[in-house]
């Protein structure tokens, strides 16, 4: 089991930005994938960003491509995902994931799931 719990949201005004971390413990932090993802209300769950386990690749959702970068700290069991120049539509809940050792964009291939951390942008 991987515990992973999620911090940083707020509320935030458009142009701003955040740091989402989150911490994970449990297993060999090292071994797997990390991705996060956004659920709006009424929509569904979207992918945002993933991290390979060593940290040396990368992938974005186009739609935060050049404003989000992803990062981890693997000596400190922590994910980040820093978002500058939000936009009122990055509103949602925040959830990062853990997938075992290769990297994916896609919410079903995540086995660990943290409880989301709410995000608001206002305009």
């Known amino acids: 089991q991987v515990q992973l719990v999620e911090s940083g949201g707020g509320l935030v005004q458009a142009g701003g930005s955040l740091r989402l971390s989150c911490a994970a413990s449990?297993?060999?932090?090292?071994?797997?994938?990390m991705g996060w993802f956004r659920q709006a209300p009424g929509k569904e769950r979207e992918f945002v960003a993933a991290?390979?386990?060593?940290?040396?690749?990368?992938n974005y959702a186009d739609s935060v491509k050049g404003r989000f970068t992803i990062s981890r700290d693997n000596a400190k069991n922590t994910v980040y995902l820093q978002m500058n120049s939000l936009k009122p539509e990055d509103k949602a809940v925040y959830y990062c994931?853990?997938?075992?050792?290769?990297?994916?964009?896609?919410?079903?291939?995540?086995?660990?799931w943290g409880q989301g951390t709410q995000v608001t942008v206002s305009s």
């Open positions: 994931a853990a997938r075992w050792a290769l990297r994916s964009d896609y919410v079903n291939e995540y086995d660990y």
């Open positions: 449990g297993r060999t932090f090292s071994n797997y994938a």
């Open positions: 991290i390979s386990s060593s940290g040396g690749s990368r």
